[in-house]
């Protein structure tokens, strides 16, 4: 349930990964790429890797912190190198502060989002893309027009909906309100819009095809890798969304970022611990970063408004 | 921003023929009807439904629950109350100060992180070496969750063994108290949003720059602009719905501040913002009204008051925009 997601372009003519025809908007890319830009100086450089350090350094901080111990980590100045603790607090972490549980929850929580978001994205994003239906238009601006609603003014009518419907402290409490997304929606429209060609649905209405059908064996195949790109993001989100699972779920069957909070809580901090926590709690995220980060970047830039 | 988008759409709606049912081949005509005009509905169903539901219905639901008495513990038992709950939030210091913790912390968070997001975005630009390398380092900030990313950074800004009071400590300056001092700890709460959405906006900006057309830049190269005249005369131009996108998102987001200070403010502080309230947002008092005080209608007025917030900044916004090119 977060507003600051993946946004949406508004206008159509730009980059996607499959466009590769060699017109119009092939040849732009190339002028572009002969015109535009500038080599990097060497102050550029300078700057990007310092860019690059304050990013990365608080979380290599973190794995530090969770490899020493508290003695360790209270000491001026701080450590600034791994210690020989890191998989014996990991493991504390795991058992103690509940995170094993936590990352299994979060897991099927992210999980069936993701699948259901970019399930119910891709098909809403096919029937605005390709569809003709009466009111097309003011159902698309429906849609943005969700985006600007912030989810966490709805939180306390859907906080008692989920006690009488008995989910509190439940993750169907959770998984239920982000099914689908906007933001979701809006990016399958504009890539299937530029992705699939017209004529490959007009051949498959020739067929004798249903629209069921149409979606299942003409536009899947092709909405795959914005498919792919989409789970990702959407998982990223629901993995660390924080707000709506803090308020309705409980100790004794958090998500991540849920459980991090009770690390904290205690008068005496154990601070490697809670480091430990933290990293173990992000680790997955970066194994997805570092392994798809290409994908990443392309699907967020691709899904950026121009202009 | 949107209506440019749904311009080209404008499909005709497939020519209807009316017939009598009966024959099989009428029949598969039929269904073929139906599945034409029906499909499309049935596919968008889904997002409007789930919206419905846990969207829409909680938010104007939200505005009755304001107007009653409810209390946690007896959830089905609401008192009408008209709006004492919205007089009381008015009476309320600690609204007035979660509201100025709201706008200042936005402010400190919102406008040096888009800034910085725009220089960012403009060092992405350059043809480089390693450049997916630097793509994807920014946006690794962007997989952190908030939870753990204010961790990270309540540590950094301990008092007494924090890298950051260390490090002034080198240079000669005192130990900061990050966490009791009010604007030390907005600086720092606010520290952690520029952390995380940063390299994020920066990828947005990046995108839009790379649509600018080319001849754009060669027409002011040969109007002999530096290129920083550039920069400020064709590349913020050029991407300037993305700027306007990036600040209503940041907007939104400010509003909604909560995790951030919560877990900022280590546990049992966490609610309340501060043993002073020095850094609660209306976010926290929303949850604290509802979730430690049990006051659910109270909580409710505090969201509505949000909302009412969010709809002035975009008036205030839209304003500014417009006295702006009336002067301009």
């Known amino acids: 349930m977060t507003t600051q997601s993946l946004p949406a372009r508004t206008d159509a003519p730009a980059r996607t990964p499959t466009e590769k025809s060699p017109g119009r908007g092939g040849r732009r890319l190339l002028r572009q790429r002969a015109g535009r830009q500038h080599h990097a100086g060497p102050l550029a450089y300078v700057l990007l890797v310092i860019m690059a350090v304050l990013s990365i350094f608080p979380l290599y901080w973190t794995m530090v912190a969770a490899s020493t111990d508290n003695t360790r980590v209270s000491q001026t100045p701080p450590p600034f190198l791994p210690g020989p603790n890191l998989f014996s607090n990991l493991a504390r972490a795991w058992d103690e502060a509940a995170m094993g549980k936590a990352m299994v929850n979060s897991l099927i929580v992210a999980g069936v989002i993701a699948l259901s978001t970019v399930m119910f994205a891709t098909l809403a994003g096919f029937a605005f893309a390709k569809l003709r239906f009466k009111g097309r238009n003011a159902l698309l601006m429906l849609v943005i027009g969700t985006m600007m609603v912030p989810p966490q003014l709805g939180v306390v009518p859907l906080f008692m909906m989920m006690s009488e419907l008995g989910w509190s402290q439940q993750l169907p409490a959770v998984i239920f309100p982000t099914l689908v997304s906007a933001v979701g929606v809006f990016f399958m429209r504009q890539y299937l819009s530029e992705a699939l060609p017209d004529e490959l649905v007009e051949a498959g209405r020739v067929d004798g095809a249903h629209s069921l059908r149409i979606f299942w064996s003409i536009v899947l195949p092709v909405a795959r890798p914005a498919m792919a790109v989409l789970f990702m993001i959407t998982f990223v989100h629901a993995w660390n969304d924080f707000f709506w699972p803090f308020v309705v779920l409980d100790m004794t069957n958090p998500t991540v970022p849920v459980a991090l909070t009770q690390l904290s809580a205690g008068y005496v901090r154990d601070q490697s611990l809670i480091m430990a926590g933290a990293l173990l709690g992000t680790l997955p995220l970066l194994v997805m970063f570092v392994v798809f980060g290409r994908q990443i970047v392309s699907g967020i830039m691709a899904g950026a408004v121009k202009g | ?328």
């Not at chain 2, 024959?23 to 499909?39: C, E, F, N, S, V």
């Not at chain 2, 419905?52 to 219905?57: D, E, G």
């Not at chain 2, 830049?217 to 005249?229: F, K, N, V």
């Open chain 2, 1 to 328: 921003m949107a209506t440019s988008t749904t311009k080209a759409l404008a499909g005709e709606e497939p020519p209807g023929r009316t017939g009598a049912e009966g024959t099989p081949r009428r029949r598969g005509a039929l269904l073929h009807r139906l599945d034409i005009k029906g499909a499309p509905y049935v596919f968008v169903a889904p997002f409007f439904v789930v919206f419905a539901a846990f969207s829409f219905y909680p938010l104007v639901y939200t505005s009755w629950i304001s107007l009653h008495d409810v209390e946690l513990a007896t959830l089905d038992v609401m008192e009408w109350v008209a709006f004492d709950n919205y007089v009381e939030l008015w009476g309320d210091s600690r609204f007035w100060n979660a509201l100025r913790n709201t706008i200042t912390i936005g402010v400190i968070s919102t406008v040096p992180q888009l800034m910085m997001a725009l220089g960012l975005a403009h060092l992405l630009n350059y043809r480089m070496r390693a450049s997916l390398f630097f793509r994807v380092a920014s946006l690794v900030p962007y997989a952190t969750s908030v939870a753990a990313a204010a961790l990270v950074f309540t540590m950094i800004f301990e008092r007494d063994f924090g890298m950051i009071n260390w490090a002034l400590g080198t240079v000669g300056i005192d130990a900061v108290n990050w966490e009791a001092d009010k604007w030390p700890a907005q600086v720092a709460i606010s520290t952690i949003v520029i952390w995380r959405w940063t390299g994020y906006n920066a990828l947005l900006y990046l995108a839009a720059m790379q649509a600018i057309p080319a001849d754009r830049y060669e027409a002011a190269s040969l109007d002999g602009a530096s290129r920083w005249q550039q920069f400020t005369h064709v590349t913020v131009p050029g991407i300037r719905s993305t700027i306007v996108f990036t600040i209503v998102l940041s907007t939104i987001g400010a509003t909604q501040l909560f995790g951030e200070p919560l877990i900022f403010g280590q546990g049992p502080n966490g609610i309340t913002g501060g043993a002073d309230n020095q850094y609660q947002t209306l976010g926290l008092l929303l949850y604290e009204e509802g979730w430690k005080n049990y006051q659910m209608g109270r909580s409710a007025t505090v969201a509505w008051a949000m909302f009412m917030l969010l709809v002035l900044a975009f008036v205030a916004q839209r304003l500014i925009k417009r006295l702006r090119s009336r002067t301009s």
